[in-house]
């Protein structure tokens, strides 16, 4: 079973810090790893993708890969109470799918 | 452009009855999935089309479940006959090409199944 693992949370982060999510995932033939938001009654959208090792950054987030150890986590700096979502990773390989984890619920208190 | 389209986005129906949810893709999109998201399991992959063929539908519950794509601006899922473990929120995604991250959500049927 393949499948990408998430904490569920929820990590409660206050206003301006850093907000930290991590996510594990058990198909070495994964290629492409996407951050997906998604906040209460509407749709995914996606935020970040990261195709190989290291760092990727955009504005206030980074993406971090390491396919070694397959952990995929993403980086919020300075999180504002417009980030409170649930973040979902996704990976996907030459399947044409992408496999979710079950998200993880962000709250950043004011 | 409108965006991927869904109907209808609430759905409330009594055990046994047929459902009909509905999907508009953003036009020039080959690729169509429709994937169910629960609390319990998450965001699930039910089937997707290419070109308007099925590809894949290992993700599709039960014989109940049945999806088409008869042209390349909609497709369909249906359940019949549903029942209350089908209540969830059901998505259908679009993309273009084998590019994975071009792919974009409607914004979902909520569907209640007493």
């Known amino acids: 079973q393949k499948e990408v693992e998430q904490n569920s949370g929820p990590l409660s982060v206050p206003e301006g810090a850093i907000a930290s999510l991590n996510c594990t995932y058990s198909d070495r033939g994964s290629q492409s790893f996407f951050w997906y938001r998604q906040y209460s009654g509407k749709s995914p959208e996606l935020i970040m993708s990261i195709y190989s090792n290291g760092d990727k950054e955009d504005g206030r987030f980074t993406a971090q890969l390491n396919k070694a150890s397959q952990y995929v986590s993403l980086l919020i700096r300075d999180s504002q109470p417009s980030d409170s979502a649930t973040y979902l990773c996704a990976g996907g390989g030459a399947t044409n799918k992408l496999i979710f984890g079950t998200g993880t619920l962000l709250a950043v208190q004011p | 452009d409108a965006g991927v389209i869904q109907s209808p986005r609430h759905e409330v129906t009594e055990m046994g009855q047929e459902v009909t949810l509905r999907c508009k893709p953003i036009?020039?999109?080959?690729?169509l999935f429709w994937y169910r998201q629960t609390m319990m399991r998450g965001l699930e992959l039910l089937i997707y089309f290419n070109n308007n063929v099925p590809i894949d539908d290992s993700g599709m519950p039960e014989d109940r479940f049945s999806a088409k794509m008869p042209n390349a601006s909609f497709s369909t899922l249906k359940i019949q006959p549903s029942e209350p473990r089908d209540s969830a929120v059901y998505f259908c995604?679009?993309?273009?090409?084998?590019?994975?991250?071009?792919?974009?959500f409607g914004p979902g049927t909520r569907l209640l199944v007493l």
């Open positions: 995604a679009s993309r273009m090409g084998r590019n994975q991250e071009t792919q974009y």
């Open positions: 036009s020039g999109h080959d690729y």
